[in-house]
């Protein structure tokens, strides 16, 4: 979980804050300076922070960072004790092509050793991170009193007296002189090195060299003796996997307190005896094994390493660097599971063998991993096979101290029908530079080519110049072994450069005591000797070579004379052998052979052979080879079994032996300690482990044990128990009628451990995405029968193999089809339905032959005009299913026509013939509108946006006007090919009206009027006065706001507020007359507010005076006479009925009430007062209420209530009205007419009559009752016409009488009815 920045305490500016804040950098601490960051703005932050560097003493140490943050931070360094002014020793530098700010401190001694910190700083924070730099000390430059102080007085007399024989490279040596390191490099270099090192040194007398090394290896044997009782196992310096280069030995001490001196072309050099420090060197030793470590290799750590104990060399080894680099190097590779990822590079020199590294671990080739080089060994290529989830990481390639790195990704396969099951292999690769490898290959090689040469030359030009001169060599390189002045011949083109796999070269060397004996091979494998000018001198064209003979085996000693004739004489420690007791010695043309049948300790010593005074000497070493415990043997021959993901361990226990070597195969490929295998060799026993077994695992395993005199190999074998491989394909179709199909396949190559119990089958039907299981057949038949097939209809099966450890992958089949192919009949051509600019509308109808199965879907193609091809539109995996189709990728005004196929289980059938052409257009087509607003109010200063939708083809004209006329200038229209949108910007009370839009083209003329109210939010009403003529009733009134005549939609709200309560409760809602009556209570005081409100909301309140204890009341007069008085309070004679007209006709309601005073009546519709509505045309003649609808809409429906209230009361009514269609309405049309015409009759014979009074209230119950009566009869015929309005009758809406037609003179709720009848017309309200 995110936890909040905390503040932390800070030194920042007055008024800033400390924020911490975490950076996805880990290490970086950041300060944020401000609470908030603004819009843009960020922190500073490192991107690359600088990397903790160890280097040794004189070297060039550089720290490198990249920051980012808004605005751009500035960087400053410094370190913890000790400043960084001196221009000399540091130098800042900011690269603005890579963005990086670097610290570099040339030449850097161990007084800069300390932790460096590097500040990024902006005006919104500041972030910092630390490194380490560690100086190491070498050579003498030391501080030497604190070395003395270390060392015992006599170890130090005994350092400073030490000197080694090889030169340091700053003293030169004299001409002629041969350099001591040739003979260090010599006494431990292998026989067949011996060429390559004198042309190296430019020695050409061969013999003379070899009589030099062998006295040199007799003094040296001499000295070893006083402080080593046996050296083994010499392993010449090399580059390892981790990137450090080492030497190892065996060395038995008489002394295990001897000092250990390491000397590095002729200088001491200081090193570590703990391996875990990031020292430069290390000396590690266990048992009497030796091993000496180099870390961060460099060029100048090129040179010869020599190991010395007390005052004698030991081991001596040549450390050379080859000058080679990358022209191209690996890249970043991207690939998906089971694929296989490339990586190649190409070098500047050749090289046989470059390391490959991945995820630090040293590869070699093999299963996993395929390694090839190209023929001039400039182009190196790594496979890495099957690709999988473990293997993504980064992988490197190692030339010299050169190497370079890339990413592996593996990225996983997200088909979601493979979830859970194991992905197959595929067989394409992913990777590589992307460049012509070969083409730069060739290149690097001519130049190569063109430099030797040069070279070549150069050295000619040379030689030529010194014998010019008279130049002559030196005597100790020309005089000849014996006087005879024999040379050696070397080859004059060899080079001393090395191309093993670390590319570094050593030379390979014998244990010490070896003798002269030369063991080098030419191309007819001997040494060639020029014996021109010896006067028949004899010589030795192949010597001795010490050599190591398993006890009762038989051994051959083999040496070879220039002259067949000479006799030898062979002698062992000094005494003459003759052939007798198994040895035999023979000659065959200059080729002496000391044979042993059967060799045992006895034969164990030093042999020489004599031949007129040239001799060879030869040592002999018997011994016996490694074995093996044979209870342990048996043990260890037992197979072992595991399942997957399981740990394999194996383990062989053996006597003791000295100079073993150890090594563990799986099948023919060496097993190392790395990734997931384990291997520990001890003195007596060996122990091998594999973790997280996979069935790749399996095989078999293979202990060596080694040493000088043979090999013992033991064998087990690893069993891992998985689930079995793929059967082996492929798939054979034995039969496939119109019945059966049968199938036949092979066991897979793995049984994954345990035997095959039994095979699955399952099918797919093509076209069809599920799978279907058939059943089981057992192990020992590989074949199926289906025998529920459709004839003509394709199948895929699917075989799985199964045993006790579960299912395998399938082996998937083709399409199988079930007997013949029967394709369906072609069907006849398509017709173009209908066609539009973007879409062309076609049907078809089935095929008369559909090939006897079931016809699955269809295929549409289709063909543009003055055009050749038929593009088909899906494919056949997917058929258009129904038997229409709506072709839209189409271009306007483009032709096209269209054929169709049918497609069975057999496929694609013949295509009908061609439909007709058409064009994609859309067709004439008359304006329309599409759900157009006919209402919308906007807010008085804010722009009003009228968009309306509308279809025509073609694009029509559009014009706005407004009442009329056409709208003014200052409006905005904007026309698109389906919509206008007028828009009136800053909108005044005075842009309300009826605004008309009239779209016309070609195909005819449309128009729609939308009514725009602009308003505001309403003023406040006016003062309120309250009266009481009820007791227990208040009438409330108030002045209108004087926004009602400019807002027909304007109402008002009643808010009360008594002393018991203390609340505000609205006690009215929507009345749209100024006045209220409201009940009140004795003893309690009220308060009212009224409120406007419209379309926009409500406006301030309007207070009322305090009402209540001592406010006015209804006097009461007790001392004057009772009266008799007609007032009552409302009631109601004739109730409201039921009405159920139809859309869009007349609706006439009526009620008789009576009341004294008259009441007061209010229609509502579903809660809201519709007094001032006019939409509803209200009148009230003498109690008779009557409430009229032109034109019933939808809207009008619901429930109708009519409230009649006095000063005594209030009484009330409801009925709810219908809305239905019936369109049959002719057959009652003269009926309806009648009623409209004798209605308007006595309607104004009513108007007449209003303005007189009448005389009593017994007179006015009278008129009203008998009104009642007739408006009931007449209500009457109205219900056998169900109110319904005969054809030709034509009534304005008040919305349609908004646009322009006129009103009636007079009563203002009297719209004009027209008749088409000629000669007709009437008004009513």
Same mark, same amino acid.
């Given at each position: 979980?995110?936890?909040?920045?905390?503040?932390?305490?800070?030194?920042?500016?007055?008024?800033?804050?400390?924020?911490?804040?975490?950076?996805?950098?880990?290490?970086?601490?950041?300060?944020?300076?401000?609470?908030?960051?603004?819009?843009?703005?960020?922190?500073?932050?490192?991107?690359?922070?600088?990397?903790?560097?160890?280097?040794?003493?004189?070297?060039?140490?550089?720290?490198?960072?990249?920051?980012?943050?808004?605005?751009?931070?500035?960087?400053?360094?410094?370190?913890?004790?000790?400043?960084?002014?001196?221009?000399?020793?540091?130098?800042?530098?900011?690269?603005?092509?890579?963005?990086?700010?670097?610290?570099?401190?040339?030449?850097?001694?161990?007084?800069?050793?300390?932790?460096?910190?590097?500040?990024?700083?902006?005006?919104?924070?500041?972030?910092?991170?630390?490194?380490?730099?560690?100086?190491?000390?070498?050579?003498?430059?030391?501080?030497?009193?604190?070395?003395?102080?270390?060392?015992?007085?006599?170890?130090?007399?005994?350092?400073?007296?030490?000197?080694?024989?090889?030169?340091?490279?700053?003293?030169?040596?004299?001409?002629?002189?041969?350099?001591?390191?040739?003979?260090?490099?010599?006494?431990?270099?292998?026989?067949?090195?011996?060429?390559?090192?004198?042309?190296?040194?430019?020695?050409?007398?061969?013999?003379?060299?070899?009589?030099?090394?062998?006295?040199?290896?007799?003094?040296?044997?001499?000295?070893?003796?006083?402080?080593?009782?046996?050296?083994?196992?010499?392993?010449?310096?090399?580059?390892?996997?981790?990137?450090?280069?080492?030497?190892?030995?065996?060395?038995?001490?008489?002394?295990?307190?001897?000092?250990?001196?390491?000397?590095?072309?002729?200088?001491?050099?200081?090193?570590?005896?703990?391996?875990?420090?990031?020292?430069?060197?290390?000396?590690?030793?266990?048992?009497?094994?030796?091993?000496?470590?180099?870390?961060?290799?460099?060029?100048?750590?090129?040179?010869?390493?020599?190991?010395?104990?007390?005052?004698?060399?030991?081991?001596?080894?040549?450390?050379?660097?080859?000058?080679?680099?990358?022209?191209?190097?690996?890249?970043?590779?991207?690939?998906?599971?089971?694929?296989?990822?490339?990586?190649?590079?190409?070098?500047?020199?050749?090289?046989?063998?470059?390391?490959?590294?991945?995820?630090?671990?040293?590869?070699?080739?093999?299963?996993?991993?395929?390694?090839?080089?190209?023929?001039?060994?400039?182009?190196?290529?790594?496979?890495?096979?099957?690709?999988?989830?473990?293997?993504?990481?980064?992988?490197?390639?190692?030339?010299?101290?050169?190497?370079?790195?890339?990413?592996?990704?593996?990225?996983?396969?997200?088909?979601?029908?493979?979830?859970?099951?194991?992905?197959?292999?595929?067989?394409?690769?992913?990777?590589?530079?992307?460049?012509?490898?070969?083409?730069?290959?060739?290149?690097?090689?001519?130049?190569?080519?063109?430099?030797?040469?040069?070279?070549?030359?150069?050295?000619?030009?040379?030689?030529?110049?010194?014998?010019?001169?008279?130049?002559?060599?030196?005597?100790?390189?020309?005089?000849?072994?014996?006087?005879?002045?024999?040379?050696?011949?070397?080859?004059?083109?060899?080079?001393?450069?090395?191309?093993?796999?670390?590319?570094?070269?050593?030379?390979?060397?014998?244990?010490?005591?070896?003798?002269?004996?030369?063991?080098?091979?030419?191309?007819?494998?001997?040494?060639?000797?020029?014996?021109?000018?010896?006067?028949?001198?004899?010589?030795?064209?192949?010597?001795?070579?010490?050599?190591?003979?398993?006890?009762?085996?038989?051994?051959?000693?083999?040496?070879?004379?220039?002259?067949?004739?000479?006799?030898?004489?062979?002698?062992?420690?000094?005494?003459?052998?003759?052939?007798?007791?198994?040895?035999?010695?023979?000659?065959?043309?200059?080729?002496?052979?000391?044979?042993?049948?059967?060799?045992?300790?006895?034969?164990?010593?030093?042999?020489?052979?004599?031949?007129?005074?040239?001799?060879?000497?030869?040592?002999?070493?018997?011994?016996?080879?490694?074995?093996?415990?044979?209870?342990?043997?048996?043990?260890?021959?037992?197979?072992?079994?595991?399942?997957?993901?399981?740990?394999?361990?194996?383990?062989?226990?053996?006597?003791?032996?000295?100079?073993?070597?150890?090594?563990?195969?799986?099948?023919?490929?060496?097993?190392?300690?790395?990734?997931?295998?384990?291997?520990?060799?001890?003195?007596?026993?060996?122990?091998?482990?594999?973790?997280?077994?996979?069935?790749?695992?399996?095989?078999?395993?293979?202990?060596?044990?080694?040493?000088?005199?043979?090999?013992?190999?033991?064998?087990?074998?690893?069993?891992?128990?998985?689930?079995?491989?793929?059967?082996?394909?492929?798939?054979?179709?034995?039969?496939?009628?119109?019945?059966?199909?049968?199938?036949?396949?092979?066991?897979?190559?793995?049984?994954?451990?345990?035997?095959?119990?039994?095979?699955?089958?399952?099918?797919?039907?093509?076209?069809?995405?599920?799978?279907?299981?058939?059943?089981?057949?057992?192990?020992?038949?590989?074949?199926?029968?289906?025998?529920? *097939? %459709?004839? !003509?209809?394709? $199948?895929?099966? /699917?075989?799985? #193999?199964? &045993?006790?450890? @579960?299912? =395998?992958? +399938?082996?998937?089949?083709?399409?199988?089809?079930?007997?013949?192919?029967?394709?369906?009949?072609?069907?006849?051509?398509?017709?173009?339905?209908?066609?539009?600019?973007?879409?062309?509308?076609?049907?078809?109808?089935?095929?008369?032959?559909?090939?006897?199965?079931?016809?699955?879907?269809?295929?549409?193609?289709?063909?543009?005009?003055?055009?050749?091809?038929?593009?088909?539109?899906?494919?056949?995996?997917?058929?258009?299913?129904?038997?229409?189709?709506?072709?839209?990728? *189409? %271009?306007? !005004?483009?032709? $096209?026509?269209? /054929?169709?196929? #049918?497609? &069975?289980?057999? @496929?694609? =059938?013949? +295509?009908?013939?061609?439909?007709?052409?058409?064009?994609?257009?859309?067709?004439?087509?008359?304006?329309?509108?599409?759900?157009?607003?006919?209402?919308?109010?906007?807010?008085?200063?804010?722009?009003?946006?009228?968009?309306?939708?509308?279809?025509?083809?073609?694009?029509?004209?559009?014009?706005?006007?407004?009442?009329?006329?056409?709208?003014?200038?200052?409006?905005?229209?904007?026309?698109?090919?389906?919509?206008?949108?007028?828009?009136?910007?800053?909108?005044?009370?005075?842009? %309300?009206?009826?605004?008309?839009?009239?779209?016309?083209?070609?195909?005819?003329?449309?128009?729609?009027?939308?009514?725009?109210?602009?308003?505001?939010?309403?003023?406040?009403?006016?003062?309120?006065?309250?009266?009481?003529?009820?007791?227990?009733?208040?009438?409330?009134?108030?002045?209108?706001?004087?926004?009602?005549?400019?807002?027909?939609?304007?109402?008002?709200?009643?808010?009360?507020?008594?002393?018991?309560?203390?609340?505000?409760?609205?006690?009215?809602?929507?009345?749209?007359?100024?006045?209220?009556?409201?009940?009140?209570?004795?003893?309690?005081?009220?308060?009212?507010?009224?409120?406007?409100?419209?379309?926009?909301?409500?406006?301030?309140?309007?207070?009322?005076?305090?009402?209540?204890?001592?406010?006015?009341?209804?006097?009461?007069?007790?001392?004057?006479?009772?009266?008799?008085?007609?007032?009552?309070?409302?009631?109601?004679?004739?109730?409201?009925?039921?009405?159920?007209?139809?859309?869009?006709?007349?609706?006439?309601?009526?009620?008789?009430?009576?009341?004294?005073?008259?009441?007061?009546?209010?229609?509502?519709?579903?809660?809201?007062?519709?007094?001032?509505?006019?939409?509803?045309?209200?009148?009230?003649?003498?109690?008779?209420?009557?409430?009229?609808?032109?034109?019933?809409?939808?809207?009008?429906?619901?429930?109708?209530?009519?409230?009649?209230?006095?000063?005594?009361?209030?009484?009330?009514?409801?009925?709810?009205?219908?809305?239905?269609?019936?369109?049959?309405?002719?057959?009652?049309?003269?009926?309806?007419?009648?009623?409209?015409?004798?209605?308007?009759?006595?309607?104004?014979?009513?108007?007449?009559?209003?303005?007189?009074?009448?005389?009593?209230?017994?007179?006015?119950?009278?008129?009203?009752?008998?009104?009642?009566?007739?408006?009931?009869?007449?209500?009457?015929?109205?219900?056998?016409?169900?109110?319904?309005?005969?054809?030709?009758?034509?009534?304005?809406?008040?919305?349609?009488?908004?646009?322009?037609?006129?009103?009636?003179?007079?009563?203002?709720?009297?719209?004009?009815?027209?008749?088409?009848?000629?000669?007709?017309?009437?008004?009513?309200?």
């Amino acid at each position: 979980m995110l936890k909040n920045p905390s503040k932390v305490m800070d030194k920042t500016a007055e008024g800033q804050v400390g924020i911490r804040k975490k950076s996805k950098v880990p290490g970086v601490m950041i300060i944020q300076s401000v609470e908030e960051l603004p819009e843009g703005k960020s922190h500073p932050d490192f991107s690359r922070k600088p990397i903790a560097l160890t280097i040794q003493e004189g070297k060039l140490a550089v720290f490198k960072a990249k920051v980012i943050g808004e605005p751009k931070p500035s960087v400053t360094w410094a370190r913890n004790n000790g400043d960084i002014s001196d221009p000399q020793k540091y130098q800042t530098k900011f690269d603005p092509v890579s963005q990086e700010h670097t610290i570099e401190m040339p030449n850097v001694s161990p007084d800069q050793a300390d932790t460096y910190k590097c500040f990024a700083i902006n005006d919104f924070g500041r972030a910092s991170v630390t490194v380490v730099l560690n100086v190491i000390e070498v050579g003498f430059n030391k501080d030497k009193e604190q070395k003395a102080a270390q060392m015992e007085p006599g170890d130090l007399r005994m350092a400073l007296k030490r000197k080694s024989k090889v030169r340091p490279k700053t003293e030169q040596k004299k001409d002629g002189e041969i350099d001591p390191k040739f003979w260090e490099i010599l006494l431990c270099a292998d026989k067949k090195d011996y060429e390559h090192i004198c042309a190296e040194y430019g020695v050409t007398d061969f013999r003379w060299m070899l009589k030099k090394l062998n006295e040199l290896k007799k003094e040296r044997e001499e000295e070893q003796v006083q402080f080593v009782k046996n050296i083994s196992n010499l392993k010449h310096i090399a580059v390892k996997g981790d990137g450090t280069a080492s030497f190892e030995l065996d060395m038995d001490l008489l002394d295990i307190n001897s000092n250990i001196f390491i000397y590095k072309d002729g200088e001491m050099i200081q090193y570590s005896k703990e391996m875990e420090q990031e020292v430069k060197h290390s000396l590690k030793q266990v048992g009497k094994k030796f091993v000496f470590t180099i870390r961060d290799l460099l060029s100048d750590d090129a040179g010869l390493y020599q190991l010395d104990v007390e005052d004698v060399n030991v081991f001596s080894t040549d450390f050379k660097i080859p000058q080679v680099d990358f022209l191209v190097k690996i890249q970043e590779v991207k690939a998906k599971e089971r694929q296989d990822a490339v990586f190649e590079c190409v070098l500047s020199n050749p090289f046989s063998k470059i390391m490959w590294v991945g995820k630090s671990s040293l590869l070699e080739h093999g299963e996993k991993y395929d390694i090839t080089v190209s023929e001039d060994k400039l182009i190196h290529r790594l496979v890495v096979k099957d690709c999988m989830q473990v293997d993504k990481g980064i992988y490197a390639a190692v030339a010299g101290i050169k190497s370079c790195n890339a990413w592996l990704i593996v990225e996983a396969d997200k088909d979601p029908n493979l979830y859970g099951k194991k992905k197959a292999r595929k067989t394409t690769q992913a990777g590589g530079s992307g460049l012509d490898l070969a083409k730069i290959a060739a290149e690097q090689q001519a130049k190569l080519q063109t430099e030797r040469k040069e070279r070549i030359d150069v050295g000619k030009t040379a030689k030529d110049e010194k014998v010019a001169a008279g130049t002559e060599a030196s005597p100790s390189l020309m005089s000849g072994y014996n006087g005879s002045g024999a040379d050696l011949e070397f080859m004059s083109n060899s080079v001393y450069a090395s191309d093993s796999g670390s590319g570094f070269s050593s030379v390979s060397g014998s244990s010490v005591g070896d003798n002269c004996g030369l063991e080098d091979h030419t191309e007819d494998g001997w040494i060639g000797v020029d014996t021109k000018g010896t006067g028949g001198q004899v010589l030795l064209t192949s010597g001795l070579s010490d050599i190591y003979v398993a006890r009762g085996k038989p051994a051959e000693l083999v040496c070879k004379l220039n002259n067949s004739n000479t006799n030898g004489v062979w002698s062992k420690d000094g005494e003459k052998l003759s052939s007798k007791g198994g040895v035999t010695i023979s000659q065959n043309q200059g080729i002496h052979k000391l044979t042993f049948q059967r060799c045992n300790d006895s034969d164990a010593g030093q042999y020489e052979f004599d031949a007129s005074g040239c001799k060879t000497r030869v040592m002999l070493t018997v011994g016996d080879v490694p074995e093996f415990d044979p209870d342990e043997l048996y043990k260890f021959s037992k197979p072992v079994t595991v399942k997957v993901g399981q740990t394999a361990s194996f383990k062989l226990m053996f006597p003791p032996q000295d100079s073993l070597e150890i090594k563990w195969f799986k099948d023919v490929h060496e097993l190392t300690d790395c990734g997931g295998v384990k291997v520990v060799k001890e003195i007596n026993h060996s122990r091998l482990q594999i973790k997280d077994c996979l069935e790749s695992d399996a095989g078999e395993i293979k202990i060596q044990l080694k040493n000088l005199f043979g090999t013992v190999e033991a064998l087990s074998r690893l069993i891992v128990l998985g689930k079995p491989s793929i059967p082996k394909g492929p798939v054979e179709v034995i039969e496939s009628t119109d019945s059966v199909i049968e199938i036949k396949w092979n066991p897979p190559n793995d049984d994954g451990g345990s035997a095959v119990t039994n095979y699955i089958i399952e099918r797919q039907q093509a076209g069809q995405g599920s799978w279907t299981k058939l059943g089981d057949v057992s192990a020992d038949r590989v074949s199926f029968k289906d025998r529920n *097939v %459709s004839h !003509g209809k394709r $199948y895929m099966y /699917r075989i799985y #193999a199964e &045993n006790t450890e @579960g299912i =395998g992958d +399938p082996l998937e089949t083709e399409n199988i089809t079930a007997g013949t192919l029967i394709f369906p009949g072609p069907l006849a051509p398509p017709k173009v339905v209908s066609a539009f600019k973007n879409c062309i509308n076609i049907e078809w109808t089935p095929p008369e032959m559909d090939g006897g199965t079931k016809i699955l879907g269809y295929q549409i193609e289709k063909r543009k005009k003055d055009t050749k091809q038929w593009v088909a539109l899906n494919p056949v995996n997917e058929p258009i299913k129904a038997l229409k189709y709506s072709v839209k990728e *189409v %271009s306007e !005004g483009s032709e $096209y026509e269209f /054929r169709v196929s #049918a497609i &069975n289980a057999s @496929g694609v =059938g013949e +295509p009908s013939g061609s439909s007709l052409m058409a064009c994609a257009k859309n067709p004439n087509l008359k304006p329309y509108f599409k759900d157009p607003e006919d209402f919308i109010v906007v807010r008085a200063g804010n722009s009003a946006r009228i968009k309306i939708n509308y279809e025509a083809s073609p694009i029509p004209d559009i014009q706005w006007m407004k009442n009329n006329e056409p709208v003014p200038s200052c409006f905005n229209t904007v026309n698109t090919e389906k919509s206008s949108t007028l828009t009136i910007p800053n909108s005044k009370r005075t842009d %309300s009206g009826v605004y008309t839009i009239v779209a016309k083209n070609s195909s005819g003329k449309a128009s729609f009027d939308i009514e725009v109210r602009v308003t505001d939010e309403p003023k406040r009403p006016g003062p309120v006065a309250l009266e009481q003529l009820v007791h227990g009733k208040v009438i409330i009134t108030w002045a209108p706001s004087p926004d009602q005549e400019l807002d027909d939609r304007l109402h008002y709200i009643v808010a009360k507020y008594d002393s018991d309560t203390r609340m505000w409760r609205t006690i009215a809602d929507r009345l749209f007359c100024t006045t209220y009556t409201t009940s009140v209570l004795s003893g309690r005081e009220y308060h009212f507010r009224v409120y406007a409100k419209n379309d926009m909301g409500l406006s301030e309140p309007s207070e009322s005076p305090t009402w209540g204890i001592n406010s006015c009341k209804a006097s009461v007069f007790t001392s004057l006479p009772t009266m008799i008085t007609f007032e009552r309070p409302p009631s109601i004679l004739v109730p409201l009925k039921v009405h159920t007209p139809p859309k869009g006709y007349q609706c006439y309601m009526t009620c008789a009430i009576r009341g004294c005073p008259a009441p007061y009546v209010s229609w509502y519709l579903n809660g809201i007062c519709i007094n001032s509505n006019k939409h509803y045309y209200i009148t009230n003649v003498h109690g008779v209420c009557s409430m009229h609808i032109l034109r019933v809409e939808p809207s009008d429906g619901g429930e109708y209530k009519v409230v009649a209230v006095n000063s005594y009361g209030k009484a009330e009514c409801s009925t709810r009205l219908k809305i239905k269609d019936d369109p049959n309405v002719h057959g009652k049309a003269r009926m309806a007419q009648k009623i409209l015409i004798a209605r308007a009759d006595r309607w104004l014979k009513r108007r007449a009559g209003q303005n007189r009074k009448a005389r009593t209230g017994h007179e006015e119950k009278t008129t009203t009752a008998k009104d009642a009566e007739r408006d009931s009869a007449e209500l009457g015929r109205e219900k056998e016409v169900d109110g319904k309005i005969p054809d030709g009758h034509i009534f304005r809406s008040r919305k349609e009488d908004m646009s322009g037609k006129k009103r009636t003179s007079g009563h203002p709720n009297i719209t004009r009815l027209t008749h088409k009848t000629p000669n007709t017309q009437l008004a009513f309200p």
